[in-house]
């Protein structure tokens, strides 16, 4: 089935919190999926649906100028009758596919300028733009008149504490990256929240926090956790590799020691086949959400209350059945037996 075929079942099954892709080529391929491009997969989902927000979680603004990226934004907006939700992020792409000097592009400052641009081509007025990192003109064009939104929501994809700072100060919501755990849900909000005192900002209560969050939902739960357990492993191998001062890890409340074979399997070469690292209480430390509907009931509110009030949902199965079934059993059991958060 494709991504509209999975965006169809979201939305029959009230799963408001929408349809996200993220532009992970190398991540589809690394597990059989055809690495397509994010923008047009996002059009085909638009058109597939017609209740539930469709979101990009995230691109990266080392690959394409802002003015570029705020073009495809406003064409998914358009498209999608107003549905679509912008979100941007470093991304591994960005600082090692493309060997980007991550010490002269600064993550924070080049995020920083391309919201600034994004949001002036939403608006439709005319600027000229002379940045640190970037230059953009366009003439004005009457968005509103037209019918269009002059505002796109921006989410940030936010791992470090200067980008949650940057986060709470200028974004309309922020995303953390895939694994994770209560404590760095709650580390990440003090950030954010700290970014938005500074900017004499008020976050609203319902500010969006979310995450992307493994994810297999199965009346067989071993059967479900078997399936997120070679993806937690990759995640634990890319945040070995790509995080300093790792606080992911850390709020895990594992010991060091359980990263030790991950970072032999690195050193090997063999960090593709970590599957067997992987144990029920790495996975349950991380709240990857996998196991029964009860099991997972569970595990989201424990997200919920730490508060991420938007759990991007990565579903794992090993069909495309198995897939459905996670999507159907979290629509119709899950979600909506959960608490507002304690």
Request: hydrophobic share 35%.
């Amino acid at each position: 089935m494709s991504f509209p075929g999975y965006a169809r079942q979201t939305e029959a099954s009230n799963l408001m919190g929408g349809f996200w892709i993220a532009e992970a080529y190398h991540w589809f391929r690394q597990y059989g999926l055809e690495a397509r491009g994010c923008f047009t997969t996002l059009a085909a989902v638009s058109v597939a649906t017609e209740r539930i927000p469709i979101g990009l979680g995230i691109t990266s603004p080392y690959m394409r100028h802002p003015t570029i990226q705020a073009s495809e934004a406003a064409g998914i907006d358009e498209l999608s009758g107003g549905r679509f939700i912008m979100g941007i992020g470093v991304g591994k792409v960005g600082i090692e596919y493309l060997e980007y000097d991550i010490e002269k592009l600064r993550p924070v400052g080049v995020h920083h300028e391309s919201m600034e641009i994004m949001r002036k081509v939403f608006a439709g007025e005319a600027y000229e733009y002379k940045g640190k990192y970037f230059e953009s003109s366009m003439p004005a064009y009457d968005r509103a008149g037209d019918g269009l939104r002059t505002e796109i929501p921006i989410y940030v994809g936010a791992t470090g504490p200067f980008m949650q700072k940057l986060s709470g100060r200028e974004s309309d919501g922020m995303l953390l990256a895939g694994l994770t755990s209560p404590p760095f849900v709650k580390y990440a909000r003090e950030n954010m929240e700290a970014g938005a005192e500074k900017a004499g900002r008020t976050l609203p209560p319902d500010f969006p926090v979310g995450g992307v969050i493994l994810c297999s939902c199965s009346r067989d739960g071993d059967k479900a956790r078997d399936a997120t357990r070679p993806y937690t492993g990759t995640y634990v191998v890319n945040k070995i590799r790509n995080i300093k001062n790792d606080v992911i890890l850390a709020g895990s409340g594992l010991p060091d020691s359980a990263w030790e074979p991950f970072r032999q399997a690195i050193a090997d070469g063999t960090q593709d086949n970590v599957t067997q690292y992987v144990t029920d209480e790495m996975m349950r430390k991380f709240t990857v959400i996998s196991g029964t509907p009860e099991d997972c009931l569970e595990i989201t509110q424990e997200l919920v209350d730490s508060g991420l009030n938007l759990p991007l949902l990565e579903v794992v199965g090993a069909s495309e059945a198995d897939n459905l079934e996670t999507i159907r059993l979290m629509g119709e059991e899950v979600v909506p037996n959960l608490r507002p958060a304690a």
